[in-house]
């Protein structure tokens, strides 16, 4: 009995020798960027100016096609949904530092509903794009202006 086990964690210490080693994600290039009075003009369409908390005088943009492949890649969206544990805002917030680790400073944030986190993105143009980090969904401010779970946004933070 003893062979077997041996036997088996010889070959499951094999198979993980010939897993190969997950693709290194393709951090998106920088577009253009904007400054932090820019992000306040369009953040206003969405929040209250009183809650929009900025840190950074200018951000990076990007294409929204490169920054749906650089979410997907986070696979954030795989992550077990554990409610008050692992749920809406620890799952922004990861997504918000897997964006801002490679040091881009890119437009990447977190808005707060009455109920529930999420993420959000301005593009190159100037789009302000909402990401649900549970699923990798990417909507536009007409989509979430239809549902009470993600309007109205009560905070921004970028």
Avoid at 25 to 43: A, D, N
Avoid at 84 to 109: H, K, T, V
Avoid at 139 to 150: A, C, G, M, P, W
Wanted: glycine share 2%; with cysteine; hydrophobic share 40%.
């Amino acid at each position: 009995m003893l062979n077997k086990i041996w036997e088996w964690i010889k070959n499951l210490i094999r198979w993980f020798h010939t897993v190969k080693e997950e693709e290194v994600p393709e951090t998106p290039y920088l577009v253009s960027t904007i400054s932090m009075q820019e992000v306040k003009l369009l953040l206003k369409k969405i929040c209250d100016v009183n809650h929009i908390y900025l840190s950074d005088w200018k951000y990076g943009l990007t294409s929204p096609a490169l920054a749906k492949k650089f979410t997907r890649q986070s696979k954030i969206q795989f992550k077990q949904y554990i409610p008050e544990g692992r749920d809406c805002d620890e799952l922004s917030l990861a997504l918000y530092y897997y964006w801002n680790e490679p040091l881009e400073n890119f437009a990447m944030g977190i808005c707060w509903s009455d109920t529930h986190a999420f993420c959000f993105m301005l593009d190159h143009n100037h789009n302000i794009w909402f990401i649900e980090p549970s699923t990798n969904e990417w909507f536009t401010l007409e989509q979430i202006k239809k549902t009470n779970k993600y309007w109205p946004i009560r905070m921004c933070l970028l």
